[in-house]
């Protein structure tokens, strides 16, 4: 943190490894915001021409544009060589966009680009705006205004203004008009439902889309106190998405009591991960998650904004920045291209007030008290300094070890350290971050006595002898008899969402798969399973939030005593992402075990 000079670990290499296949990793950066460049080529190159879309297309662009330009830089130079900003990622950049299939012409660095792009952006929203002021999803005969995508394209083209792009006055007002009006016709329905006698009422409440517009139209001059106390009284009704934004304009018009209040409010949802250093929303959404409003993405990045403008040094901003890198698609933008112009306009603001667009340092890394790298990072080299630090093989020595970066000077720094190696151990135990995964292994006893219900030969219910088993634990050491069904559970463990996983559990000896043919089993994360003869394979394209649970069955066959090396979860695509269980020996024995 800004205040702070100095941050570390400690970290323990073990003597029983491959001392040549050992490696020290540590990245730092002075910005995880900054990483938010990567987006641009997603938006840029969108397929299809909505006028959400085509809004997005290039209002993201100029509001990075506008903070490279405004601290100085070359934007030429380091159009062909970049750091990676986001210090949790690991592996060569060029080769992760390769995987990941990202587009790599990024055009926030070509300024003719930026200038070519907000032109031709302009003019297709102007020439879709409908006659009232108001936008449509698309344009043309039949297109009707609507108040949702009318708020989002006034609020683009204001956040445009704001990075110096010239927009048409008549276009722009008219949006802001359409808005005022249609706010306008809001307060007077909830007037006139308060006049009403308390039978008759209906008791409409201020709702999310009262929340945005009115966001907008105060962050652009207009402020109606009538439906700010509204939005106030009716705060509890609404998504935390809307409370954020009720929050930016309680902060726009300086109530600063009624904003203490509903920050309040919107912390009551907040879960910060000290472990992993992030902090996010848990969303009460489960009934209207498909809606705007229930967006988890748009959500946090609504609340990054709110942070920015009151607390934009707490550690809860910070953590909301690395949740929202976490949870990015490939790596890079997010699950919309809405949700990536709004995550990209919160990390701009964010990076602005928390003083990441200015970093002045010297950083050195010093490990068991020496000194083994010097940088310097202004913002002259922000995107090019050298952000890695790496040792490998017999320079690491056995034992425990102090790492700390100490910085002078201002600006926040962010840092992650990965060390690895080719463990000798005889009994490797589980480790893991941002994804664990526990195994764990059951003998299945048959239950003689399990029945079920079926219906008879005239319709009645009869029971009937059912296959079923009763799961008795095996712990490291156990023994059973060959013949044994033994299920294995894998536990997976996940801190955000994540795309492209893989799960292997390396089968002991003396063990066979019940189940030989690979493909989709109907297991919970519906991953693609690979029965090979040394591992079980789980591939899966997506893995939400939480802890999930897969599993399959193995059959004793081989007497002896065998160790299973633990089972690993690891990002296909991002080498930095993974875990392992513990280690398992089980014995097998011929005749049955006492």
Same mark, same amino acid.
């Given at each position: 943190?800004?205040?702070?000079?100095?941050?570390?670990?400690?970290?323990?290499?073990?003597?029983?490894?491959?001392?040549?296949?050992?490696?020290?990793?540590?990245?730092?950066?002075?910005?995880?915001?900054?990483?938010?460049?990567?987006?641009?080529?997603?938006?840029?190159?969108?397929?299809?021409?909505?006028?959400?879309?085509?809004?997005?297309?290039?209002?993201?662009?100029?509001?990075?544009?506008?903070?490279?330009?405004?601290?100085?830089?070359?934007?030429?130079?380091?159009?062909?060589?970049?750091?990676?900003?986001?210090?949790?990622?690991?592996?060569?950049?060029?080769?992760?966009?390769?995987?990941?299939?990202?587009?790599?012409?990024?055009?926030?660095?070509?300024?003719?680009?930026?200038?070519?792009?907000?032109?031709?952006?302009?003019?297709?929203?102007?020439?879709?705006?409908?006659?009232?002021?108001?936008?449509?999803?698309?344009?043309?005969?039949?297109?009707?205004?609507?108040?949702?995508?009318?708020?989002?394209?006034?609020?683009?083209?204001?956040?445009?203004?704001?990075?110096?792009?010239?927009?048409?006055?008549?276009?722009?007002?008219?949006?802001?008009?359409?808005?005022?009006?249609?706010?306008?016709?809001?307060?007077?329905?909830?007037?006139?439902?308060?006049?009403?006698?308390?039978?008759?009422?209906?008791?409409?409440?201020?709702?999310?889309?009262?929340?945005?517009?009115?966001?907008?139209?105060?962050?652009?001059?207009?402020?109606?106190?009538?439906?700010?106390?509204?939005?106030?009284?009716?705060?509890?009704?609404?998504?935390?998405?809307?409370?954020?934004?009720?929050?930016?304009?309680?902060?726009?018009?300086?109530?600063?009591?009624?904003?203490?209040?509903?920050?309040?409010?919107?912390?009551?949802?907040?879960?910060?991960?000290?472990?992993?250093?992030?902090?996010?929303?848990?969303?009460?959404?489960?009934?209207?998650?498909?809606?705007?409003?229930?967006?988890?993405?748009?959500?946090?990045?609504?609340?990054?904004?709110?942070?920015?403008?009151?607390?934009?040094?707490?550690?809860?901003?910070?953590?909301?920045?690395?949740?929202?890198?976490?949870?990015?698609?490939?790596?890079?933008?997010?699950?919309?291209?809405?949700?990536?112009?709004?995550?990209?306009?919160?990390?701009?603001?964010?990076?602005?007030?928390?003083?990441?667009?200015?970093?002045?340092?010297?950083?050195?890394?010093?490990?068991?008290?020496?000194?083994?790298?010097?940088?310097?990072?202004?913002?002259?080299?922000?995107?090019?300094?050298?952000?890695? $630090?790496? &040792?490998?093989? #017999?320079?690491? /020595?056995? +034992?425990?070890?102090? %790492? *700390?970066?100490?910085?002078?000077?201002? =600006?926040?720094?962010?840092?992650?350290?990965?060390?690895?190696?080719?463990?000798?151990?005889?009994?490797?135990?589980?480790?893991?971050?941002?994804?664990?995964?526990?195994?764990?292994?059951?003998?299945?006893?048959?239950?003689?006595?399990?029945?079920?219900?079926?219906?008879?030969?005239?319709?009645?219910?009869?029971?009937?002898?059912?296959?079923?088993?009763?799961?008795?634990?095996?712990?490291?050491?156990?023994?059973?008899?060959?013949?044994?069904?033994?299920?294995?559970?894998?536990?997976?463990?996940?801190?955000?969402?994540?795309? $492209?996983? &893989?799960?292997? #559990?390396?089968? /002991?000896? +003396?063990?066979?798969? %019940? *189940?030989?043919?690979?493909?989709?089993? =109907?297991?919970?994360?519906?991953?693609?399973?690979?029965?090979?003869?040394?591992?079980?394979?789980?591939?899966?394209?997506?893995?939400?939030?939480?802890?999930?649970?897969?599993?399959?069955?193995?059959?004793?066959?081989?007497?002896?005593?065998?160790?299973?090396?633990?089972?690993?979860?690891?990002?296909?695509?991002?080498?930095?992402?993974?875990?392992?269980?513990?280690?398992?020996?089980?014995?097998?024995?011929?005749?049955?075990?006492?």
């Amino acid at each position: 943190r800004p205040e702070q000079e100095r941050s570390g670990f400690d970290f323990i290499v073990p003597e029983q490894r491959r001392a040549q296949q050992s490696r020290l990793q540590i990245n730092y950066s002075p910005s995880l915001a900054g990483a938010m460049t990567a987006a641009l080529p997603y938006l840029a190159g969108y397929p299809y021409g909505c006028t959400e879309q085509t809004l997005n297309r290039f209002v993201p662009t100029v509001i990075t544009h506008k903070i490279l330009r405004d601290m100085g830089l070359d934007l030429s130079a380091i159009r062909a060589s970049r750091t990676n900003l986001n210090a949790q990622e690991i592996g060569d950049p060029h080769t992760r966009a390769k995987q990941w299939g990202r587009l790599t012409e990024n055009p926030v660095f070509d300024e003719q680009e930026v200038a070519r792009m907000t032109k031709e952006g302009l003019k297709r929203l102007a020439a879709m705006q409908n006659d009232d002021g108001g936008w449509g999803w698309f344009s043309g005969w039949g297109e009707r205004s609507y108040p949702h995508t009318t708020a989002v394209v006034v609020h683009g083209l204001s956040t445009a203004r704001q990075s110096g792009v010239a927009v048409v006055p008549e276009v722009f007002q008219g949006g802001v008009n359409w808005l005022r009006d249609y706010q306008d016709r809001r307060v007077r329905e909830l007037q006139e439902d308060e006049r009403q006698a308390e039978g008759e009422r209906h008791h409409y409440l201020a709702d999310n889309l009262d929340a945005l517009i009115h966001m907008i139209l105060t962050e652009n001059g207009i402020d109606n106190p009538d439906m700010r106390r509204y939005l106030y009284r009716d705060r509890t009704s609404l998504s935390l998405y809307a409370m954020a934004t009720l929050g930016l304009a309680l902060r726009q018009v300086g109530d600063t009591e009624k904003l203490a209040m509903v920050l309040r409010n919107i912390k009551q949802y907040l879960v910060v991960d000290d472990e992993n250093q992030t902090a996010y929303l848990n969303l009460p959404n489960r009934g209207y998650w498909w809606y705007w409003y229930g967006g988890d993405v748009e959500a946090h990045a609504f609340y990054l904004k709110l942070l920015a403008r009151t607390e934009p040094h707490g550690t809860v901003a910070a953590g909301l920045v690395k949740y929202l890198l976490n949870n990015r698609k490939h790596g890079s933008y997010w699950g919309s291209t809405r949700d990536t112009a709004y995550a990209i306009e919160a990390l701009a603001e964010y990076m602005r007030a928390a003083g990441e667009d200015t970093p002045d340092m010297n950083l050195r890394i010093v490990i068991d008290g020496e000194t083994v790298q010097k940088v310097r990072i202004t913002p002259d080299n922000l995107f090019t300094f050298n952000a890695t $630090y790496l &040792v490998e093989g #017999d320079a690491i /020595a056995t +034992g425990t070890h102090r %790492v *700390e970066l100490i910085r002078e000077g201002v =600006g926040p720094l962010y840092f992650n350290g990965y060390f690895s190696y080719f463990s000798l151990e005889d009994f490797i135990t589980a480790a893991g971050l941002e994804v664990r995964v526990d195994r764990r292994a059951f003998k299945l006893e048959q239950d003689a006595q399990a029945t079920t219900m079926a219906p008879g030969a005239r319709g009645q219910a009869t029971a009937q002898k059912n296959l079923a088993y009763t799961r008795v634990p095996l712990a490291h050491g156990d023994t059973i008899s060959s013949g044994d069904l033994v299920e294995v559970e894998l536990l997976v463990h996940s801190k955000n969402d994540y795309e $492209y996983i &893989v799960i292997e #559990d390396m089968k /002991a000896a +003396g063990f066979e798969p %019940v *189940e030989v043919q690979s493909g989709y089993t =109907g297991n919970e994360l519906g991953a693609y399973v690979e029965f090979r003869d040394e591992k079980v394979a789980f591939f899966t394209r997506m893995l939400a939030r939480g802890t999930h649970s897969v599993s399959y069955r193995l059959r004793a066959e081989t007497p002896g005593v065998f160790s299973a090396l633990p089972a690993t979860i690891s990002a296909m695509y991002a080498p930095e992402l993974r875990g392992n269980s513990d280690e398992i020996r089980l014995g097998i024995v011929d005749e049955p075990a006492r």
